[in-house]
Every structure is written in structure tokens, then in C-alpha cells.
């Protein structure tokens, strides 16, 4: 029964096939039936298909490739824009230029764009999230000229396979899953629930191509470090403050 | 195509019938497919079926009905706490205490729980989603034993439905769908968007209801108020706070 989402894959290398845009205006459609808060939609998203504009993003997400190769790159926003202008045409005070309308918009936007996920891959196409969006959002604000109260959460690219890549391992379903209450781990369930992923020949590759000795230095020291971690946070505050979501 | 997306509604009312739990753990093994932030798979889910535990999770939501009489209540956390752990049993230093991590935890729990939502409503099942999980999150953390790093940020209620409700009315998808760039709103543009929900006999009793000159009144005055973001969004920050993602 879940077949259209057991048997996906992540897509990052895309045909030269051009996607209908009658197509992604259907996809788009069908996600906004999605869930969102109190039916407000506090959401948008862009859809960039010109190649200057694709080329203003491409540092943004640390130029990769899939930004510009990708017929279809989806900038998934938290945006209480559309909404505070209508409230104050109605003579109505919005009062969403804090914290909590930010993650009530962000969770909007990332509903809407997993649906639009879902929705692609059942037409045929591949997607790929970068996470870079919440990285340098002030960039993408600049790209993509987001006014007050619209900052960029995700970001999807969009197009049909290349090639269809293998899927991409998970961890044993107990270690995502708690029943009743959170139940933390002890190290033997840590160690019982990652050894599998340890002995693929992938991540060991990884380990050594990265001259570590595990594979979770190859994260806190390469992929995910904690420096980076700490600068890319003071710069998402800052993005949020500067697009009105901290008074 | 995407007749499973379109013809969704949210259900709030469900129907006596247990949910199968080993359907629980396909619709769970599924979304678990879903992409997430390099593989780390920085979320979890606390599935609670036992009514002493609902009934402590039910202040927390504004003892919404929904939380009790559902059979199955899942919260969705942004989790760095298992990741983290491996890290520290694998000769690395973590570096996940801070806002970025975070938001990377919550993008990859709110994908995770819509995709639990469309499969689980592609088994036939209705959920809601509970946007009180971040006001209250402090009351979700002691309830569900919560550790550190972990932080709840969206609740789905799933059953069988009572009664199958209408679905519910979206804004043209010109509201939310921007090309190429952002382009801001006009007045006019505003009026029109909005024209076709206003006239809504739905929304003109809630208006009457309330005693309100406006719809958009309703919002700001009464369901969304600046004084409740304000007093949720300084709550939120702590939960963030003490569950060490913010340093």
C-alpha cells in the first residue's frame, strides 16, 4: 500500500526533459490541501526556473550542482506577509512579527513542501532537499527578494531521473520510534542500533576517504561541525530578526 | 492523479475502532523513507495510545477533545539526543547544542509527520494536526520524559473517522505561488485573493459569532493575538533553552 513511499530515492542528477508547467501547477495544488495552522497558509513558495536567477542561488547552497542543473528549484517560505497586509486592509492588527508565528509559518512551508515531495515522486519526478536554505537564508532573501516577514525554510530540486539511484539505507524503525513515553537509550541499544550502517561498505569508504577512524567523526568533524554549526545559527537569527520575526 | 492528496480533510472526530498496530509500524517503516538532513535522521515519534498518559498530554493542547478521544496520539520532536549519543560512543564530539541543529531536528520531524499523514490517510485513516505543540512544549517534555535535545514541534491525532467532514476551502494557488522571484502583494491583489473566502457562509457566521466587523478580525483579535504569540514565543525559547539547543 505505501509502495509510492517505501521505493523513493533521493534524485540529484537530473534529464535534460523540461517539466510541463501545467504539471508542477497541479503538484502545487494538490499540496495545499495539506494541513496548516488554522487554515491562515502562512506559506509560499517560489518556483525559479530562470537560469540568472538559479545562478544568484547557486552560492547560497554552496554551489551545488543540483541548483542549476535542475529544470525546477522550489523555495519552500514561512511567510506572514500576505496575511498581515490582508489583516491590516481589514482593519485588523496583525501580530505575527514574533518567534512563535515564525515556527507556526516554518512548519506550514514544510508540510506544504513534503507534499509537494510526494506528489512529484508519484508523477515520475526526483527530488532533492537542500538544507542549506536555513543556512543563508539572508541570500536567498536577497535572490529571491523575500519582503518582511518571508524567510526561506527548504528548498527543493525538482526534474526528472538521470539515472535512478539506489535507496538510501535507514536506520532499524526502534531508533526513531518511542511507544507511550520517550524511552532513552542505553549504550548497548546505541550500539545495537547502528551497527548495521557501520558494516556497509558505503560508510566505511566514507570513514576512510575522509581519513577518520568513525564514521561519526566523518559528521562531527567534516559534514556537521560544531563551528559551523554555532556561525550558521547566530546567522539564521540574525535573518529572522532582520525579516521582523523577533520583536 | 493525486486524487489521495486533494480529497483530504482533517478529521477531529473519530470513531470507536482500534488502529492496528502493526498498520502503525508500516505507516511509521514508510514515512521513515522520507528525506531528511545527511542521513542523520534527527527526529522521533512518541506513538501514545494509553489514556493516563493522553490525559496528562491534554493540558497541554487547551484540552482539545481530540487528544483523548483519538486512539492513537503521535508527537513528533526534533531529536539530536540519539545522534548525539552515537557521536560520543564513537570517539566525536558532538556539536548539536545550538539553533541551527535545531532547526535542522524540526524540518526532518515535521517531514517525517507529513509523510506519516499521508500514508496514514492513504490507509483510510483521519488525523489532525495540534499546532499547540510549541506553545505548550515545556508540558509535552515532562509528560513524554523528554531528554535533553529533544523538543516536541507538531502533534498528529490519527483514528477511523466518525463522519467523513467536508473539505476544507484554500486560498487560489496564486496566494501562495510565487515565479521566478517574490512579487509583493497589491491592494487590489489582496482584495481579490480573499474576495471568494469572505463571501464564504462559513466564515460569515464565524465573523457574526465573534462579534467582529471582519473575518481577518477573528485572527488577530480572537485565535491568533499578539499577546498570546508574544507570551507562547518567550515560552518556546526557554523549552529550546533547557533542552540545550541554544548555546
Chains 1, 2 share one sequence.
Not at 558505503?202 to 561519526?216: C, G, M, P, Q
Request: hydrophobic share 40%.
Amino acid at each position: 500500500m505505501f509502495e509510492f513511499l517505501t521505493n523513493r530515492r533521493t534524485v540529484r542528477n537530473y534529464s535534460d526533459k523540461k517539466i510541463d508547467a501545467a504539471l508542477i501547477e497541479k503538484i502545487l495544488e494538490a499540496a495545499a490541501q495539506s494541513s496548516n495552522t488554522g487554515n491562515m497558509q502562512t506559506y509560499s513558495v517560489v518556483v525559479t526556473t530562470n537560469d540568472e536567477i538559479k545562478k544568484q542561488l547557486v552560492p547560497a547552497h554552496f554551489n551545488q550542482p543540483m541548483v542549476t542543473q535542475a529544470p525546477v528549484v522550489l523555495t519552500f517560505c514561512a511567510d506572514f506577509n500576505r496575511f498581515s497586509q490582508w489583516c491590516k486592509q481589514r482593519n485588523a492588527k496583525p501580530g505575527y512579527a514574533n518567534f512563535q508565528s515564525f515556527m507556526a509559518a516554518a512548519i506550514d512551508a514544510i508540510i506544504f513542501a513534503q507534499t509537494v515531495a510526494v506528489a512529484a515522486e508519484t508523477a515520475g519526478l526526483g527530488i532533492c532537499y537542500l538544507g542549506t536554505t536555513t543556512y543563508n537564508a539572508q541570500e536567498i532573501i536577497e535572490a529571491l527578494q523575500l519582503p518582511e516577514l518571508v524567510v526561506p525554510v527548504t528548498t527543493i530540486t525538482l526534474g526528472y531521473p538521470e539515472v535512478i539511484p539506489p535507496i538510501t539505507d535507514r536506520l532499524p524503525l526502534q531508533s526513531v520510534v518511542h511507544y507511550e513515553r520517550y524511552t532513552d537509550f542505553t549504550p548497548e541499544k546505541i550500539g545495537a542500533i547502528y551497527a548495521e550502517k557501520e558494516q556497509l561498505e558505503f560508510y566505511k569508504n566514507f570513514v576512510a576517504e575522509n581519513k577518520k577512524e568513525t564514521l561519526a567523526q566523518v559528521f562531527t568533524d567534516v559534514r556537521y561541525t560544531r563551528k559551523n554549526n554555532e556561525f550558521f545559527s547566530e546567522k539564521f537569527l540574525k535573518a529572522l530578526q532582520q525579516q521582523g520575526f523577533m520583536k
